[in-house]
């Protein structure tokens, strides 16, 4: 009995890590470093054991200067992505969930915050990203990024 609870377990983990790893390659096209079309700003994602970590930064006199720190993970069995801008809500990140309803592009979404509300992510091809930063009744702005 115990051989087969413990077979039962294994596999219902290798389940939920494969599932983990299929849904984190629906955002991997993101790896990389992006540049925003015709300004100095950049986004950059690196893929660590399963979880993308990423920043936008912004170029001064030959300077970096970082203005967001992101991440992308597997929470709760959903995808999240996370938020952390320098001396805003109060050090705390932000959170926005991936709506798997949105199939033409990757929709991150917190209904509660101010601004954004959404952050919308869509490939036009491997070098060239269309960013939506939308906020109440899909307001906002859009930006191209080209990979680098």
């Given at each position: ?15 939920q ?13 993101l ?5 925003m079309?015709?300004k100095?700003?950049?986004?950059q994602?690196?893929?660590?054991e399963g979880?993308?970590?990423g920043?936008?930064?912004k170029?001064?006199e030959?300077e970096?200067l ?6 992308i ?10 938020a952390?801008?320098?001396?805003q ?6 959170h ?8 033409d ?5 917190n ?6 509300k ?13 960013v ?17």
């Open positions: 009995m115990n051989k087969i609870l413990i077979l039962s377990t294994v596999f219902f983990m290798m389940t890590l494969c599932q983990a790893q299929q849904s984190i390659a629906q955002v991997e096209f790896v990389g470093t992006w540049k079309g015709g100095e700003m950049y986004e994602w690196e893929n660590t979880i993308l970590k920043h936008s930064y170029m001064v030959g970096k970082t203005t967001e720190t992101l991440t993970k597997i929470q709760e069995g959903r995808i999240v992505y996370e952390l801008v320098p001396n809500n109060n050090g705390q990140s932000i926005f969930i991936l709506n798997a309803e949105v199939k592009q990757l929709s991150f979404e209904s509660n915050h101010d601004f954004p959404k952050i919308q992510y869509k490939k036009i091809d491997d070098n060239k990203l269309l939506n930063v939308l906020g109440k009744n899909d307001q906002g702005f859009s930006y191209y990024l080209y990979k680098q």
